[in-house]
């Protein structure tokens, strides 16, 4: 297992178009996250799925985001209408089915995304 | 308003000298506590957990509930702990985790 794989690895988009990312997690891990990262910041959480189920979505998000996770294994993100503000590190991590504790996060290399 | 604050974006000791990174967070309920790092180059990994209460490459933070603080503590700094260290946040609930805005530890020979 290579860990969490994230395509693509850069993503050079014109402003107002769509773009979509792909996050394939570690198998069997339940648990998938995506954040978002801006120079000299932390992660920003974004969302998270529990298995297809997605649990809960950042208030800061946009209507133009939306995330997928058709099967429980991989998922996607898309940005429809960028602005050059969405430019940033897309990160995507997948853990263990918590149970009562959070589990470890397992983070992929991220989606570098610059609009210009 | 759940939030992790850390409060230095640049840490620079020297090699041998003990070091403190500081976080503090905001949460009414059970908090569970992470520092994350990532060296250069490298993608972020978990360094420890609070209720592991374990020591990592020398290593260890404590959970204080009182001052809702969990600085990350090292008696003496390597040059290969240069990294960005970031504090991290998970709910009672088990759901999300949250992140702080990151510490740069810079080590000086």
């Known amino acids: 297992d290579t860990g969490v794989s994230q395509d693509p690895r850069h993503k050079i988009t014109k402003r107002g178009q769509n773009v979509t990312f792909r996050c394939d997690p570690i198998?069997?891990?339940?648990?998938l996250y995506w954040y978002r990262q801006t120079l000299g910041q932390g992660p920003e959480f974004l969302t998270y799925f529990q298995n297809e189920a997605q649990l809960e979505k950042s208030r800061l998000l946009s209507d133009r985001f939306s995330a997928e996770r058709p099967k429980g294994s991989f998922s996607t993100l898309e940005i429809q209408r960028t602005e050059q503000g969405d430019s940033a590190m897309y990160l995507c991590?997948?853990?263990?089915?918590?149970?009562?504790?959070?589990?470890?996060?397992?983070f992929g290399s991220g989606t570098q995304l610059s609009v210009l | 308003a759940q939030r992790v604050t850390q409060p230095e974006k640049l840490l620079s000791v020297f090699k041998g000298a003990p070091v403190e990174l500081k976080c503090n967070y905001s949460y009414s309920g059970s908090p569970e506590l992470f520092w994350y790092v990532q060296y250069s180059r490298q993608r972020l990994q978990l360094l420890l957990r609070?209720?592991s209460r374990e020591s990592i490459k020398g290593f260890t933070a404590d959970l204080n509930k009182g001052e809702t603080s969990f600085h990350l503590k090292k008696p003496f700094a390597q040059e290969e702990d240069s990294a960005m260290y970031y504090c991290?946040?998970?709910?009672?609930?088990?759901?999300?985790?949250?992140f702080g805005s990151g510490t740069r530890l810079s080590i000086r020979p």
């Open positions: 991590a997948s853990s263990p089915d918590p149970g009562t504790h959070n589990e470890k996060l397992f």
């Open positions: 991290a946040l998970g709910f009672s609930s088990a759901s999300k985790i949250i």
């Open positions: 609070h209720i």
């Open positions: 198998s069997e891990h339940n648990r």
